[in-house]
């Protein structure tokens, strides 16, 4: 634009320039009058300014880099946005940011948008199993001006840049990280292990690996002397090469170039068919196992279930048992402590009859002592008989309010007789009172 506005003023100043030097003659135009040689040398120069501006200066836009090679050959780098001096230079422009995505069927981009666009990439697993990779991936330019250079001098031009280097680095690390993972251990975990690999390989160079293959033999019937070998399994491990501990890399172009890895995703793996339709056999087989498992969890808590009530019952049983010994005991002592008691009452009630027929005994004693001594003293045979009538009268009624236990315990007395034998003498002395009457 500049170029172009500095060729019409060039253009007016000259013609300028040449009004200024004709001769003025009456009935010109009077604005014609008014053009002087200044003027023309003024739009001249304002000309040449506007026409060279656009050589001394440039505006760099955001997201690119700028190469600048100057007449005398020197290069130089321009990586922030800006009006620019350009003194003349010659200017490569580079996108700052590369976008290389993997494009399948049914996905739709903008390619203005994206730099590299790749076809899917086939892989193969270290279980032989196969799959298509669809990845997106976004690299920065070398932020240090003497890598920029370098780099753009080598490959001259940023199609050149996509399409033989990042694109080809991009499916060779893909490859090689499918060759680090088996296909069975990507499903059941380890995705995102495998984006993490792929990660570190872009950014700092491939790993050096080595493949270690292990067969296991299965037998059929391991019980039996004569066992048949029913299938040999294969297993296969990939281990880094270590060097000092640390695994060693192998470089590649994005590394030796210090081109900048700012993200990586894997979009999808899409698994072989034949390797889909095993997982989903595996799957329903799995589920039969779980089921069954399942079955046999059931059945050993309802037997667990089963023993624990029995449990339950036996000793609520022998609880009950014990109580009723428990019972039976308390029963049985407190007969006893009631036998024991009635003793102690029998024993004591014996003794106070004791001491009520001794008491008898005495008084009837010093009665018969009384009527003695007055019979001595010479009293009439009549007043002695109706003495003694009086006598056991009082006897027999002091022997009526006598009360004899239910349960007496008679011992033997070697001394003297028993208060029964007392009682029954009374009675007996009685009967003969009355037989003399």
Known sequence: ??????????????????????????????????????????????????????????????????????PTGKMSAVMEQGIKWRGFAKIDKWQKFIDVKVVGKGIEIDEDEVEGIMKPIPLRFIDQVTSMGFVSTRFEMPRDSESFINLAVKFRTMSNLVNNTIVPTVKEQLVNTAYMFAAQDYISGEAQNFRQVFEEQLKGGAFAVEKIERRDTVYADIQS???????????????????????????????????????????NIELEKTFKQRLEAQRDESAKRQLEQQKVETAKDAQQRIIAEGERDKAAERVAQEKEQVKALIAIETKLKQEETNKKLAKIALETEKLIALKVKVTADADAYEISKKVKAGITPEVKLQMEL????????????????????????????????SLIGAAMAKQLQTSKK
């Open 1 to 70: 634009m500049t170029t172009f506005l500095g060729v019409i003023a060039l253009l007016v100043g000259v013609v300028a320039l040449i009004i200024s030097k004709l001769e003025k003659k009456s009935g010109s135009g009077e604005w014609m009058n008014h053009i002087t040689h200044v003027h023309g040398l003024s739009l001249i120069v304002i000309g040449i300014i506007l026409s060279l501006m656009s050589s001394m200066f440039f505006f760099a836009d955001r997201g690119f880099n700028y190469l600048l090679v100057s």
């Open 225 to 267: 002397e004569d066992r048949r070998i029913k299938e040999i399994q294969t297993s296969y491990e990939v281990n880094k090469v270590l060097v000092n501990g640390i695994p060693k890399r192998i470089p590649h172009e994005l590394k030796e170039n210090n081109i900048i890895v700012s993200q990586v995703i894997v979009d």
């Open 390 to 421: 009086n006598r056991d009268i009082k006897v027999a009624a002091e022997i009526a309010k006598i009360k004899f236990p239910e349960t007496m315990i008679i011992t033997s007395d070697k001394k003297g007789g028993t208060p029964l034998e």
